[in-house]
């Protein structure tokens, strides 16, 4: 069995550079693309790996736009 690093929606909040705590609660983990909660003693909680991935594939630049993705160029002739 492996350990999962387990953290709540205020922790959530501040890896989202300092978002509401409620807001994270009430929009982005009822997201259906966000990842499942542990309920464990009558609180709910995430895997903090699961929530890493899922920050970095929300990424967006200041003008909306998605940042692009890395390509690989072929190399030139010396």
Do not use: W
Not at 17 to 46: Q, W
Not at 52 to 68: K, M, N, T, V
């Amino acid at each position: 069995m492996t350990e999962r690093d387990l953290i709540d929606t205020n922790k959530i909040a501040e890896l989202m550079g300092g978002m509401n705590p409620a807001h994270v609660r009430n929009r982005i983990c009822r997201r259906p693309d966000f990842p499942r909660a542990f309920r464990i003693g009558g609180r709910k909680l995430y895997d903090r790996a699961e929530v890493l991935e899922f920050i970095e594939a929300s990424r967006q630049a200041p003008d909306g736009r998605r940042p692009p993705t890395l390509r690989q160029t072929p190399s030139q002739p010396a």
